[in-house]
């Protein structure tokens, strides 16, 4: 009998392609190339249709010049420093962050669209500004901190031309002209601007300021009410992704808006109003590039279940990383999207492969099982992919992470329910406030636990590239292993 071993460059070509994608970005940092470089080996590689595997690796190098192009170009567009002290017209964007001694802000300049890190020092007129308020505004720019590396690449990385400072005085309010901002920008301020509007209606429900900053982060993706301790203890317990929005919430919503079908005659208008949806529920959320991975993954999702085709795939991941990193090449530095992507490629290979620990007949005839162990499948396989990401940037192993997932996924999903419930119904908050509530007390009590993280883990990029070499190794035994067992 002829086996057919599951091959997975086979079955997601595009996979070399986003390799070689993504390495170009990383080179494109060092090495600037010109659109004649793409254009050349375009060319190239249209004139070697006649030999189909020196053409695949011509293409590898398309996509690799153009990672180099796109990154060159992205490293042109960030706006200058402001280079010294000024006196300019600024538009809020983004809530307040507490700090110390200040408030912290994104600014969008008004003639020219750059944004910035502005610390304002902290007052009753400062904090009751909101997204897009407009000012008048001195900014002084701040030095570099010594041994602030990562931090000032965070910022280069998140489009944030430079920081500065604010004194009391050193600003007023002011109505503003937003001609000089993208359409982007402006939609995304008018959202802001309904974000805040909801996050002033959670203020009114009753909710302490635990219970708010949990259910503002969960449902709006706003964390700037977290406080350290909080985010501690969602960290340590191995829940801190259920604040993050990403696929797990996106996909609750999705689902919730499938619900609302208009018939088998309607789907695709019933699809196409969907994504639209999602797309509104990320410039609500403030376009993070989680969010935009899984609300991309999700439309994709969606145009697929029109037709025959595997929904969800590995292939369609890679598909929506290239899209997205050819508009956003300085996503590949987020640490969010790092981990959102790596989460899912490593469920889409992992959970095959867990689901079938137990036979088909006995996960179909017991529906708790296959419940209990898919959680469980989920979980390890995301695991597998974010655990070594996560011990490099935190230098922490959550030890209690699979029990975690069995209090947080449906508590997140009865949260992100029972937040359009509240809002119809604003006389439902108390119960959820006691929900969210509750979720807080069980993973503080889970966090005392002993042994609940492993701390003061220091990893190289090397080593966590190795263990990624090795964790793929083996998954490319046990995937041969299994293939070679159904031969006969």
Avoid at 37 to 47: D, G, M, N, P
Avoid at 208 to 232: H, I, N, P
Avoid at 257 to 274: A, K, V, Y
């Amino acid at each position: 009998m002829s086996m057919k071993r599951a091959n997975i460059l086979t079955e997601a070509p595009l996979l070399p392609f986003t390799f070689c994608f993504i390495l170009g970005l990383v080179l494109g940092g060092w090495c600037t190339l010109s659109w004649i470089w793409f254009a050349a080996l375009v060319l190239v590689a249209v004139l070697l249709r006649r030999w189909p595997v020196v053409q695949t690796a011509m293409l590898d190098g398309c996509f690799l010049v153009l990672g180099m192009v796109l990154m060159g170009r992205a490293e042109r567009s960030m706006g200058e420093p402001l280079g010294g002290e000024v006196t300019v017209e600024a538009v809020v964007a983004s809530e307040a962050a507490d700090k110390p001694k200040t408030l912290a802000f994104d600014l969008l300049l008004a003639h020219d669209g750059r944004k910035l890190l502005c610390y304002v020092a902290k007052d009753e007129r400062a904090a009751r500004l909101k997204p897009g308020d407009g000012l008048l505004v001195r900014l002084r720019p701040l030095a570099p901190d010594s041994g602030s590396q990562r931090f000032d690449r965070y910022l280069h990385t998140h489009g944030y031309c430079d920081r500065c400072y604010a004194g009391r005085y050193d600003w007023q309010p002011r109505q503003v002209s937003l001609s000089g901002l993208s359409v982007v920008q402006r939609s995304r301020l008018w959202f802001l601007r309904q974000r805040h509007g909801l996050l002033e209606c959670y203020r009114q429900y009753g909710f302490d300021d635990e219970q708010y900053a949990v259910f503002a982060a969960m449902t709006l993706g706003d964390r700037s009410a977290l406080s350290k301790e909080l985010r501690d203890v969602y960290s340590t317990t191995g829940a801190y992704h259920v604040l993050a929005l990403s696929g797990l919430h996106l996909g609750i919503i999705y689902m919730l808006l499938s619900f609302f079908t208009l018939g088998r005659r309607l789907r695709f208008l019933t699809q196409l109003l969907t994504i639209v949806a999602l797309w509104a529920f990320a410039f609500l959320v403030g376009l993070s590039p989680s969010v935009v991975r899984s609300a991309t993954m999700i439309s994709v999702y969606a145009l697929l279940s029109l037709s025959a085709r595997q929904r969800m795939s590995v292939n369609a991941l890679c598909f929506t990383a290239i899209v997205m990193l050819a508009f956003s090449p300085f996503s590949l530095y987020d640490v969010g999207f790092q981990m959102s992507y790596l989460a899912v490629f490593s469920i889409l290979l992992w959970l095959p492969l867990l689901m079938g620990v137990f036979p088909a007949p006995l996960l179909q005839r017991h529906g708790w099982l296959r419940w209990v162990w898919g959680v469980a499948a989920v979980s390890i396989a995301a695991q597998l992919g974010v655990a070594p990401l996560i011990a490099y940037y935190f230098g922490r192993f959550s030890t209690y992470f699979l029990l975690t997932n069995f209090i947080v996924v449906p508590a997140a999903t009865c949260i992100l329910y029972g937040m359009l419930l509240v809002l119809l119904l604003p006389v439902a908050a108390p119960l959820l406030a006691w929900l969210v509530g509750a979720l807080n007390g069980v993973l503080t009590a889970m966090a005392a636990l002993p042994g609940a993280a492993i701390d003061g883990i220091h990893l190289t990029a090397l080593q966590v590239a190795m263990v990624y070499v090795v964790t793929a190794c083996t998954y490319l035994i046990i995937t041969y292993s299994r293939a070679s067992g159904g031969c006969r």
